[in-house]
């Protein structure tokens, strides 16, 4: 009489099917190694191995493709939540391949938006140390970090992130919204130096829209007075 089949595990549904191709690769090769040229063989497999690591990158790159994809639709429509639950069941499996990158930081995002600072960081700094090529994308997650950061009252930190941010961002836009973030952070951290040697080189710049001025016109006026009356002046 057979046994009943046990139950599958959850190591079992983890398995992934490339090492299992690997394994059984490496199984024949140290099966057969006796039979074919040591060198020759040896070359064989690193070929057939490189070509099956290759194909099955290209698929999971297509898989991540298509779920960021899909996630990005979602984004536009407002549907952080959607997004967030599409995006979570695949965090782990496809970290790392190229494809989804912005996934991973559109997922930090949602979760920002959706009041999610624990989730939004994590990602955030994930995306930062797996991937952090595409300047723009890497200057948003470094502010991404600086906004947590100054909602829980850390602005010596979020300016330092907004400062990384301010040098990271390929675009005069963005380097001059996050220098007034920087300044304004290093203001509340009672740093007004630090918040005249970022946002004083601003007024100079021709670029900047009104309300833009007014706002680090009013920090460097606030900063000046501060270190005036620190030193008794």
Do not use: C
């Not at 057969?32 to 070509?51: C, E, N, P, T, W």
């Amino acid at each position: 009489m057979l046994n009943p089949r046990k139950k599958i595990t959850r190591k079992e549904l983890k398995r992934d099917p490339l090492m299992d191709i690997l394994y059984r690769l490496r199984h024949g090769w140290l099966k057969y190694q006796a039979k074919i040229s040591r060198f020759g063989g040896m070359a064989l497999v690193i070929v057939i191995l490189g070509g099956l690591v290759m194909r099955w990158r290209t698929t999971q790159d297509g898989k991540a493709a298509a779920v960021v994809g899909m996630a990005f639709v979602e984004f536009g429509q407002g549907n952080y939540h959607t997004v967030i639950a599409q995006l979570n069941n695949y965090a782990d499996e496809y970290s790392g391949l190229k494809s989804f990158g912005n996934g991973l930081y559109l997922l930090a995002r949602s979760e920002l938006f959706v009041g999610d600072t624990l989730g939004a960081e994590q990602h955030y700094r994930q995306y930062l140390d797996d991937y952090g090529s595409d300047p723009l994308i890497t200057a948003g997650a470094l502010a991404g970090l600086g906004i947590i950061a100054e909602g829980r009252g850390a602005y010596l930190e979020a300016a330092e992130q907004f400062k990384k941010a301010n040098r990271s961002a390929p675009t005069a836009d963005f380097k001059h919204r996050y220098a007034v973030y920087a300044g304004r952070n290093y203001f509340l951290a009672d740093r007004p130096e630090e918040t005249l040697e970022i946002l004083r080189p601003l007024l100079d710049e021709k670029a900047l829209d009104f309300q833009t001025t007014n706002d680090v016109q009013a920090l460097v006026a606030s900063a000046e007075a501060k270190i005036r009356q620190g030193r008794g002046v």
